[in-house]
């Protein structure tokens, strides 16, 4: 029944707290108005793409909520809705247009553990989406709805899981050629569209911009979990299976 107001200059609240009543009835929310301050940024044109960027990938992490965008351009304004109802599910099937080699996977589960045995435990949250495609190639990472252009652990985690996985399955179905090279990751994120989404209750980040997580066991329990998830899908999904492994030989021995 009430609306709060604070207002901040060069960080310090001006004037303290103001309520008033509202007539908004039971509705409840936040709004934040920001202007950039020229004393501290050199430019404060934030071109409009940036924040489309942006909130196309919370929409993406944050499935069924809907976000919207209007931009005043003018008298008018300029609006932009972003939805994803099943979150990275639909944004990989976007990704990956209309001919994929597969269809998408969703894979999710928790585990806990510590990064050392002296740490505090701690639950981590997993979740991808991925297929295999002929003609496209992204993977993106996202960890407490951030994404990590550099990705760190669940980048290496990634790797990993897939070279061993893909190995391990031409190898128990004989697709390699007499004394050839087992696949390297390159020959398989060249036909890769994946999507991680993961939340950890600890979160340790490589440096200040954010852009990479280094913990110890984020890394092994999405190793381990994507490891396992492949094998079962493998063994489930025989047709699927077999176009993964002609492709991925295709890309390595291209390669070669």
Same mark, same amino acid.
């Given at each position: $029944?009430?609306?709060? +107001?604070?207002?901040?200059?060069? $960080? ?16 409840? $929310?936040? /709004? ?7 004393? %501290?940024?050199?430019? =404060? ?8 960027? %942006?909130?196309?990938?919370?929409? %993406? ?6 976000? !919207? ?8 304004y300029e609006t932009t809705?972003?939805? *994803?109802?099943? $979150?990275?599910?639909?944004?990989? +099937? &976007? ?6 080699? +597969? ?6 589960? &928790?585990?806990r553990g510590r990064d050392?045995?002296? @740490?505090? &435990? *701690? ?15 992204? =993977?993106? *990472? ?13 980048? @290496? ?20 050629? @007499?004394?050839?090279?087992?696949? /390297? ?46 094998? !079962? ?24």
């Open positions: $029944g009430s609306k709060y +107001t604070l207002h901040f200059e060069k $960080g310090e609240n001006i004037g303290g707290l103001h309520k008033e009543p509202t007539d908004r009835g039971r509705k409840t $929310g936040s /709004t934040f108005r920001w202007k950039p301050d020229l004393e %501290v940024f050199t430019d =404060i044109n934030i071109p409009v793409e940036y924040y489309l960027d %942006v909130m196309k990938r919370q929409a %993406v992490v944050n499935s069924h909520i809907k976000f !919207v965008l209007k931009n005043q351009v003018g008298s008018r809705e972003f939805l *994803y109802q099943n $979150g990275i599910v639909d944004y990989v +099937t &976007e990704l990956a247009g209309e001919n994929p080699l +597969t269809s998408v996977q969703f894979l999710e589960g &928790e585990r050392r045995a002296d @740490k505090a &435990e *701690y639950k981590v949250k997993l979740s991808c989406a991925f297929c295999f495609s002929s003609a496209v190639s992204q =993977i993106e *990472y996202y960890h407490n709805s951030s994404w990590l252009e550099h990705g760190g652990a669940p980048d @290496k985690a990634v790797r990993s899981a897939f070279v061993s996985a893909i190995d391990a399955y031409l190898k128990q179905n004989n697709k390699y050629n @007499k004394s050839e090279s087992k696949v /390297t990751y390159q020959d398989i994120f060249d036909s890769l569209v994946l999507v991680t989404n993961c939340f950890s209750t600890q979160t340790s980040y490589e440096n200040q911009t954010k852009k990479a997580i280094n913990n110890k066991f984020v890394q092994e329990a999405m190793t381990e979990f994507l490891r396992a998830q492949l094998e !079962v899908y493998f063994i489930e999904n025989p047709l699927d299976a077999g176009k993964i492994a002609e492709q991925v030989l295709i890309n390595k021995r291209s390669r070669e």
